[in-house]
Nanobody, 125 residues
Framework: HVQLVESGGGSVQAGESLRLSCAASGYTGSTYCLGWFRQAPGKEREGVADIDSDGDTYYSDSVKGRALISKDTAKNILHLTMTNLQPDDAAIYYC????????????????????WGQGTQVTVS
């Protein structure tokens, strides 16, 4: 049974940075793609960043150049570092494990992602 626990969220000022973490247990890290998603109030969940089993990374246009997704395979921890945060970045951030990577990873229905964490809140003022 896969369990994902996000941490690192908080309240920041515009222009500041945050590093989110996702601790995973119950799976073999090398066999999955891993993703970060976010959902703001009244908006659809959207993909932020994804890393596949080869270590290739993918970013949504909204965060490209400001985000870095990385994984520590030995510790089964996924990170997301966001810089120059803006109010539009405020949301609940979720991590998820995926069975495969697809070109449409960043938009619903996210059918390839089958395990989700509870999320961590990011507020930007």
């Amino acid at each position: 049974h896969v369990q994902l626990v996000e941490s690192g969220g908080g309240s920041v000022q515009a222009g500041e940075s945050l590093r989110l973490s996702c601790a995973a247990s119950g799976y073999t890290g090398s066999t999955y793609c891993l993703g970060w998603f976010r959902q703001a109030p009244g908006k659809e969940r959207e993909g932020v960043a994804d890393i596949d089993s080869d270590g290739d990374t993918y970013y949504s246009d909204s965060v490209k150049g400001r985000a870095l997704i990385s994984k520590d395979t030995a510790k089964n921890i996924l990170h997301l570092t966001m810089t120059n945060l803006q109010p539009d970045d405020a949301a609940i951030y979720y991590c998820a494990t995926g069975r495969y990577h697809s070109g449409s990873w960043y938009k619903p229905p996210f059918s390839q992602y089958d395990n989700w964490g509870q999320g961590t809140q990011v507020t930007v003022s």
